[in-house]
């Protein structure tokens, strides 16, 4: 008998508490929606942030996240062969170019099933998830779909590598979803019948997990299965990893104090802009100008009484407003610096050249280069291999000998390393062309080895593009040929073939001879 469900998330639930009043506190500030307090339900009010910058700001950085994570037209990652499969085809052009189409083919095929399945949407719910709570759990479904379960769904208890050791799920469902032999076994308490049922997932060897569902006590007939590591349909996701921590941190939290700050000035700003809207008119109690005089008269009309006696009551606040103001300018101009808000970070000048933009952008993603390492071991390589198992069991895909062929993620921080290195490659070019002229590149530096290394820094496909150094001296030969025939005329050809045919056959006969 397997243990309780219940029971175990009742135990590791005390160790989430603190993420989880962490997680609600930065989704307060972004996305009230997206982490909702304890026992929401869905005819109670959100609270409304009295500035919108950590919405866009989380929005925006999703959508840069996934851009980069799973870019569009492109796969995002690469089957490549190991240094002892490369060796033995090394001598066999032929082989080579077969195996790597055949790698290209499997490759397209898995970004065919991620846009047929719609896993953009669910990434970019995670990546919200991640940005806000710092947590979230995915699950793949049967049906190739994926699940989004928040931070306040499920627990996890993780070893000292970080890797986890039980996760447990927690989700409301009707008695009559159960199978007929305990739905009689089972009560609820709550007023819409629903009953808790909790999914356990546990570690039992370094390679293997178990699988099974609980009702209560009881265990769902059925649902005990058991999978291999790689090939566990449950992911627990993490932004930041801290050591020692089952629960990871997320990108809002490192700005939660700034987005605080600006949520009270802003809230401050926007109450003292009311009321230095407000117009009273104050007439002197001990004046000759009547009140009911001023309020009665329509606009234009000509009424008796002292100007002395109406004065117009002012808040006299402006220099407060402004030091609030211009200090909450300062906390969003740092936000938008971290959240990828670059409109907002662009000096503000007549002429910006789109290099500058250019430079700024990049310096600011290069901030989230230890968010894109563990997404990539966490997320994006575990993603390749559930969707290639899926596919490989339906038999829309050949089985790959993992020995020999591993997938490699070609996005996030690799991406970057490419942008860093044709950075350099094209300074060291501007450098040689600025001290020793643009006529020593063309002299000291391998044109088509230039060409090669910037085609890859760029993630482009040289198959078929560039011309190989047969075809160069084709065209180099006809191009001669074209010459000769403009200087000598079409008889010059002729005397250069004749010439050629005749030391053929000298030599022929000389090794004839021999």
Do not use: W
Request: proline share 5%; with cysteine.
């Amino acid at each position: 008998m397997n243990q309780s469900g219940k029971a175990i998330y009742t135990q590791l639930e005390t160790n989430r508490f603190q993420f989880l009043d962490r997680a609600r506190d930065c989704s307060r500030l972004t996305i009230p929606t997206l982490i909702p307090d304890e026992g929401h339900t869905a005819g109670q009010k959100f609270p409304t942030p009295y500035n919108g910058t950590g919405a866009r700001g989380v929005n925006n950085l999703a959508s840069s996240l996934l851009l980069s994570l799973l870019p569009p037209n492109a796969p995002f990652f690469r089957l490549v062969l190991d240094d002892s499969a490369l060796r033995q085809v090394e001598g066999l052009p032929d082989v080579k170019t077969e195996i790597e189409q055949s790698l290209a083919d499997i490759e397209k095929a898995v970004m065919k099933e991620v846009e047929a399945q719609n896993i953009r949407v669910s990434l970019f719910e995670i990546l919200k998830h991640l940005i806000v709570g710092g947590n979230c759990l995915l699950h793949f479904n049967n049906d190739g779909g994926l699940r989004v379960f928040p931070l306040s769904r499920y627990v996890v208890q993780r070893d000292a590598m970080g890797k986890p050791l039980h996760i447990v799920t927690k989700e409301s469902i009707q008695p009559d979803e159960l199978p007929e032999e305990i739905q009689g076994q089972v009560a609820s308490n709550s007023p819409d019948k629903s009953v808790d049922l909790y999914t356990c997932i546990h570690r039992m060897s370094e390679n293997k997990f178990a699988v099974y569902q609980t009702v209560g006590d009881v265990e769902v007939p059925g649902s005990y299965g058991t999978f291999p590591a790689d090939k566990l349909p449950f992911l627990p996701l993490r932004m930041y990893s801290v050591e020692g921590e089952d629960y990871g941190r997320s990108y809002v939290e490192q700005y939660l104090g700034d987005l605080r700050s600006l949520e009270g000035l802003t809230q401050s700003i926007v109450e003292g802009a009311a009321a230095a809207s407000k117009i009273l008119f104050l007439v002197s109690p001990n004046g000759t100008t009547r009140a009911r005089t001023l309020a009665k008269s329509p606009n234009g009309a000509i009424v008796e009484g002292n100007a002395g006696d109406v004065s117009v009551l002012q808040s006299q606040k402006q220099a407060d407003l402004a030091i609030a103001a211009q200090t909450a300018a300062q906390i969003a101009e740092r936000l938008s610096y971290a959240f990828l808000l670059t409109e907002s970070t662009v000096r503000n000048a007549e002429r910006v050249t789109a290099e500058e933009i250019r430079l700024l952008s990049q310096s600011i993603e290069k901030q989230l280069g230890g968010a894109f390492s563990l997404l990539s071991a966490e997320l994006q390589l575990p993603l390749v291999n559930r969707i290639m198992d899926r596919l490989t069991k339906s038999r829309k895909l050949p089985k790959l000998p993992k020995k020999f062929v591993a997938p490699t993620i070609i996005t996030g921080v690799e991406a970057l390393a490419r942008g860093n290195d044709l950075q350099r490659l094209d300074f060291f070019l501007q450098g040689m062309s600025a001290t020793i002229g643009p006529e020593a590149i063309g002299q000291f530096v391998n044109l088509r080895e230039y060409i090669k290394r910037r085609a890859t820094a760029l993630g482009i496909d040289l198959a078929g593009l560039i011309k190989t150094e047969e075809e160069l001296a084709a065209e180099a030969q006809q191009a001669q040929q074209q010459q000769a025939i403009q200087q000598f005329g079409p008889q010059a050809i002729d005397i250069a073939d004749r010439q050629f045919r005749e030391a053929q056959q000298i030599e022929a006969q000389n090794q004839g001879a021999e």
